[in-house]
Structures are given as C-alpha cells and as structure tokens.
C-alpha cells in the first residue's frame, strides 16, 4: 500500500500544479513511475482527483443524484484507518447518488452505527482493535444492525482471510488496490437488492 499511496499523492501533485488534462497528466506519471502502471492510469487519476476535489468545497458533492432519480438518499458508512482511502471512497460513492459518513477506526465505526444505521458498510479489516474482523462480528451479533450488507476491504487477497471475513458474516469481500468500477458496482446492487427484500 505504501508505493500506491505515494503514486496517486503524485498524482495529486500534478493535478493541483494544473496538469489536469489526462493525456499529459499520464505522460508525467509514466515518466516517474514507469510504463507498468499504464493499465491501472484511469483508476489512479480517479483516486486523485478524489483526494484533490476534498480541498474544493466550491464542487458539487452529488452531482449524479438528481440525474439517478433516487426516491431517497441511501446511507453508506466507510470505515478505513487510511485517510487517503477514505477520501477516494467517499467521492466515489457520493458521486452514485449517496450518502456517505466515514469513520477512521473500529471504535468510530461502532459509535456511528450507533447513531445511524446505513444501508451499507464498507469495512478495512487491518485496524487497530477492534479490527474489521471484530465489527463485522460485532455487526452481526446487534439485532439492530445485523441484516447491514458488509463489503470488507483489505490489502491482503489470500483465500484464508477471505474465508475468515465470511466466517464473520461479510457479504462481499475486496482486495486493494480495487477496481473502483468493480467495487461501485457491488456497492449499487447489494443497496438496490436490501431495498426490494
């Protein structure tokens, strides 16, 4: 995670120097970091201009939720001890039309479920205690809570800790860095399907 950080901070960079039309923005990431990161450009721009558009409160935070004609705002919390991946999540979810609330901890996650139950919670499993394993858990144990689809998010893709955050009751299951169509896409259809039950 620490050479992704520095690749889409850069992009910041060259986004807040101007550079922001994407063939030269491009140009300027495969000068620093090489033509291997060329297929994954698209993604890391999103994630910049993500973290760039949190510094301007001028833009519009929703701007597609008229354009989706939705009946009403669907709450989605997003848990990340990653400040970086906070901010990129948030716009990206905000821009499908939701509502977004963040929380940088387990302890945070737990006090805002408490003060709000979302439709959805995008949950880091690597946090200090409580980790995601233990709020997941947590999640599923509280009548109140436990019928929250849960999408964990983790760096680590192997099959044992995919198991275990199943074991724990996620619904879904992410690995950084993710494909932000990918995990949009998930996002919308486990709302849309908890709205029709």
């Known amino acids: 995670m620490g050479r992704l950080k520095h690749i889409v901070l850069v992009g910041v960079s060259l986004l807040e120097e101007g550079i922001t039309e994407f063939d030269s923005w491009s140009q300027k990431m495969i000068e620093q970091f090489g033509s291997d990161i ?3 450009l698209e993604d ?4 910049a201009r993500a973290i760039s558009s949190s510094y301007a ?3 519009p935070a929703e701007p597609k939720k008229k354009e989706r004609g939705l009946s009403m705002t669907h709450n989605v919390l997003v848990v990340d001890d990653e400040p970086n991946i906070v901010l990129s999540l948030k716009f990206l979810i905000s821009q499908q039309g939701y509502e977004v609330r963040t929380a940088g901890s387990g302890k945070e996650a737990l006090k805002a479920l408490a003060e709000q139950v979302p439709d959805l919670v995008l949950l880091d499993i690597m946090m200090p205690r409580p980790d995601g394993y233990e709020v997941c858990q947590k999640i599923r144990a509280t009548p109140e809570w436990k019928d929250i689809p849960v999408i964990m998010l983790t760096a680590k893709g192997r099959d044992v800790e995919k198991q275990k955050g199943f074991a724990m009751g996620a619904d879904d299951y992410i690995t950084k ?3 932000t169509q990918e995990l949009v896409v998930k996002v919308r259809e ?3 399907e908890r709205s029709n039950k």
């Open 38 to 40: 060329e297929p994954h």
């Open 44 to 47: 890391i721009m999103i994630n």
């Open 57 to 59: 409160p001028d833009q």
């Open 177 to 179: 860095p993710f494909s």
């Open 190 to 192: 486990m709302i849309e």
